[in-house]
């Protein structure tokens, strides 16, 4: 079923109509386990714990609200309370709160059988607990399982997001903050090391948490390498944080890799706002720090929110605005050691119906989050089909252009399968075609990468190794590359003006490089006096704003 978006309104209307027909209608948040209200304002409210109703002392036993909200499909269970039979209805709905997020919770319809039921052929019964409260049959064991991650034996999501809430309401006047941190590169760290030594890493994480963080502070992990923390403000230290993990850095520090951390932190300002929403806004801050290669904590800010709100918006309208034509390559020429250009590189750039011309890096990170860049890229690519195509028996018929393929095109969609249906539909020489891998998406799933690049020069395409020097390739690894270019990166071309060191290793890798077959093109290029130096050193071509800026195609074609 498709869950349904309510207003506070809407729902209120919806609430009031069903109260008609059943005995009890609420809200609850089943992921914390408590019951909320909504005032008109739009705003939500913790109450009581939603188990409460049976006089239970924990999560009931397979909680329809809980199947319900993962599972976005309406549940329903009995509970037996008092000799009364309870059928529990569970609705999974969004709602819509006042800052245009949405919330998922569930509207429970609740009926109650007055009449007096045999509870040995009923569902689960409740039983009174060692405290006085009662809990539902096997409940101790059970409910550990469900709210703590085995590995680490801290919590997980649904531990932490209970406990975080019983902090709240048991101590509102205390302030907090909510950390989340991950490592840099996480499953690089299991393909090198293996699956025991990257737990050995979330143990001992999880061992810092125990002896660094003291009372009054929940903590756990949540997947992977993501973990949770939640303690009062006045006990927050960045310094003691990032000496702690400055000391598990040193489990694994080589050549090729070694362990970063990433921390974002968001103070509690509103402790009524979901919890999973606490952990969504310190995500945020901790999303900005991207390929940071250093231990960095950084602090949530509304406009982190505001952004994300913006670019959701982009998101949901992407492919409309892909579909109006909005999105189009233009041409970066490329030169070679003699001024002339023989081909070019593709960039997208977006043109709204106003005029106005974004870049590129304005945008494609926020694709890269999911299946969106395919779509771009799989554009691009007929786009540079096309072009290529109009190129035939013309003086640009020997150009070649450059297109970029994402990491992410490889996970949903086969890359070189559509590549080869398009240059089949154009009709075109797939030696005029360069496929641009860029050298930091190879750190990650680098065995498999290099199989894919494999593949597509078997097929007759040129491959090119773009942002040479931006990632962190070792020695062994580029013994392995087999590629018909490596594009170094202008970062790298910078360094050289000022700094003898950085023009012995570059010198060094462009040798190294052509040695090992294959050509090198110098990009960035920005002076005379780097295209010399460049030049001087054996670089084959060149790319950069000393020549030309990306320029729209019609444009490209008079010039050039």
Known sequence: MNVEEYTYHELKQMMDYMKRMYDTVRLVDPVECREITVDTSGEIHYEKECYSAWNAASRCSNCSSYRAVMSAQRQSKEEIYDNHRFLIQSIPIKLILPDRNNFACVMELIS?????????????????????????QGMTEADYVA??????????????????????????????????????????????????????VLIAIADMLRKSCGPDTVYGRTHADHFVLCMPENRFDEGVFMDAVEEIGKMIDTENYHLYFHLGVFRIEDPDIPVTMMIDRADLALQTLHDRRENILTFYTNKLLKQAETETDFLNNFKSLLDDGQFHIFLQPVFDANMNVTGAEALTRWIKPDGTTISSDKYIHILERGEHIAMLDTRNWELVMKQL?????????????????????????????????????????????????????????????????????????????????AGNLSITMIKELHTDYVKIDKSVIADCDNDERSRMVLEASVKLVQQLGMNVV???????????????????????????????????????
């Open 112 to 136: 109650i059988d007055e009449n007096e039921c045999d509870c040995s052929s009923a569902a689960p019964t409740i039983i009174a607990g060692e405290t006085g409260k009662q809990m539902s």
């Open 147 to 200: 709210t703590h991650d085995l590995l680490t034996r801290l919590y997980n999501l649904d531990g932490i997001c209970r406990e975080v809430r019983r902090l709240l309401v048991d101590d509102p006047e205390t302030e907090r903050v909510l950390i989340t941190g991950d490592i840099r590169h996480f499953r690089i760290l299991n393909e090198r090391y293996g699956v025991q030594r990257g737990n050995e």
């Open 389 to 469: 195509r109009s190129w035939q028996n013309t003086a640009r018929h020997n150009f070649v252009i450059s297109v970029n393929v994402s990491p992410k095109d490889l996970f949903y969609m086969d890359a070189l399968k559509k590549v080869k249906e398009l240059v089949h539909a154009y009709n075109v020489d797939p030696n005029r075609l360069i496929l641009e891998f860029s050298e930091v998406d190879l750190m990650k799933d680098t065995e498999q990468h290099l199989a894919i690049i494999d593949r597509f020069r078997q097929e007759g395409f040129r491959v090119a190794i773009d942002n040479f020097g």
């Open 522 to 560: 110098a990009e960035g290029v920005e002076t005379e006096q780097q295209y010399e130096y460049l030049k001087s050193i054996g670089c084959n071509k060149f790319q950069g704003f000393y020549f030309s800026h990306a320029i729209p195609i019609k444009d490209f074609e008079e010039k050039y």
